[in-house]
């Protein structure tokens, strides 16, 4: 008898100790990387897109993908001038903002940081432009609906005391 209850000790230990080790590597799982809501807040720019001035005249297409598992917004930029440009843009979680780090083939590197709120991102950074002088950028990206984004970009050569448009345009999404 004292056999029998020695095995059913055992074999319930056995089942207790399966169980746990079951249950405590389901807790310890990490979470998939940038999976927070926060990840997800530019994604409304992900696309193909079409971009106009304000007149409606076009300027150029941008095409805006998901990379590096969804931790990277990549631009693809292509403007009627010639311009040709990439940004990459990123969550950061030890800062809680977003980066974007932006280059073209004029020679221009853009550095800007931000945040979303109330459906515009915007990001902003001192830089200096092509002909020397310090500048500051800040650009919004505004949701309008599922098909289209306003982008204002403008820059202050006086600290944010005025703007100066550098570019406004409005993507139509194309697919």
Known sequence: MKMITNI?????????????????????????????????????????????????????????TTEYGGCVIQEHWSGTGGDVGSSFNAYRASTRQWHQTWVDNQGQVLLLDGSYDNGVMTLSGT?????GAERLNRIRWTRIDDDHVRQLWDSSIDSGKTWTVVFDGLYTRTK
């Open 8 to 64: 059913t000790t055992l074999a319930a230990l056995s089942i207790t100790i399966a169980l746990s080790s079951a249950a405590l590597g389901a807790s310890t799982t990490p979470p998939k990387p940038c999976s927070a809501p926060e990840y997800r807040q530019f994604d409304f720019w992900v696309g193909n897109w079409r971009v106009t001035d304000p007149q409606g005249q076009f300027a150029g297409t941008n095409d805006v």
């Open 127 to 131: 830089g200096t432009s092509l002909s």
